[in-house]
């Protein structure tokens, strides 16, 4: 055993080593502990947001893809459905049709145009709502960096939206006389694949004996001739209500300023 005078000294040494170990732990050690967590959570909280970002930019890159194929979709809609009713082509297209196919046109007419009131869908079922969602939070802050105040540049919509509120319908019904083949051709012109003239939603016939009244200035019917009342609409998305200049006003002669003069016979006075 050591004398017990050393005992003292030895003691001493002790804590004072002890106390130089914790001041190291606190001084140099622990700090060094606490910035390697750090720096191990920041790596961990880039990783995820550089994953979000490869997520975001791969879900992106697959509605651009979508996009260019509903350009189709857009090119047909523009078709079947213009902003400005081309009066003057359909009429053309009508008189082409009735001439081709040998049916007479025995009464048409047109309602005045009408705003279809947009059907109502949940707007989570939009793509559109799908790609504002994954730009409405910031990265994740980490230890050393405090992103700013983060606002989103749009606004993923909540509840019910509609998605086409500017369409117009210009619902029309016609009647033409012929035989069933004319009338059969003449369906066909209309509903061409390729360019259809408007959307049919009705066709109803009428079974016609010869000398039955089609109408004045029609043919006399025969036997087995067919009165066909076919109901269609015209569409119409995102009205434009501008004026068009065809060309330069006609100069007219000046009115005389009598023209709107009352006959003396009108105004009561007798002539002499």
Not at 32 to 56: C, F, H, K, P, V
Not at 81 to 94: I, K, N, S
Not at 128 to 146: I, K, N
């Amino acid at each position: 055993m050591l004398s017990s005078k050393y005992a003292p000294t030895i003691a001493l040494a002790v804590l004072g080593i002890v106390i130089v170990f914790l001041l190291g732990w606190f001084l140099a050690i622990s700090p060094q502990l606490s910035e390697a967590s750090d720096l191990r959570s920041d790596t961990t909280t880039l990783r995820t947001n550089t994953a979000m970002i490869q997520t975001d930019i791969a879900a992106l890159a697959q509605y651009e893809a979508e996009l260019d194929e509903r350009s189709v979709v857009a090119t047909a809609r523009e078709f079947n459905a213009p902003a400005r009713l081309d009066v003057e082509t359909f009429r053309t297209r009508m008189n082409d049709a009735i001439q081709t196919s040998g049916v007479e046109l025995a009464e048409a007419s047109q309602a005045p145009a009408a705003q279809i009131v947009g059907w109502e869908v949940d707007a989570s079922m939009l793509t559109s709502t799908a790609v504002a969602q994954r730009f409405q939070s910031g990265p994740a802050a980490t230890t050393t960096v405090t992103p700013q105040e983060f606002t989103p540049a749009v606004v993923a919509p909540n509840g019910t939206t509609v998605p086409a509120a500017d369409v117009a319908e210009v619902p029309f019904t016609f009647n033409v006389v012929g035989t069933p083949s004319e009338v059969r051709d003449f369906l066909d012109l209309l509903q061409d694949p390729e360019a259809p003239l408007f959307l049919m939603s009705n066709v109803g016939f009428e079974g016609l004996a010869e000398g039955d009244n089609v109408g004045e200035g029609l043919s006399a019917p025969s036997n087995g001739d067919l009165l066909v009342t076919i109901g269609g609409t015209l569409f119409l998305s995102h009205l434009d209500t501008s004026l068009v200049d065809e060309g330069p006003l006609a100069t007219i002669d000046a009115v005389p300023s009598d023209a709107f003069a009352v006959p003396n016979s009108e105004a009561g006075v007798d002539e002499e």
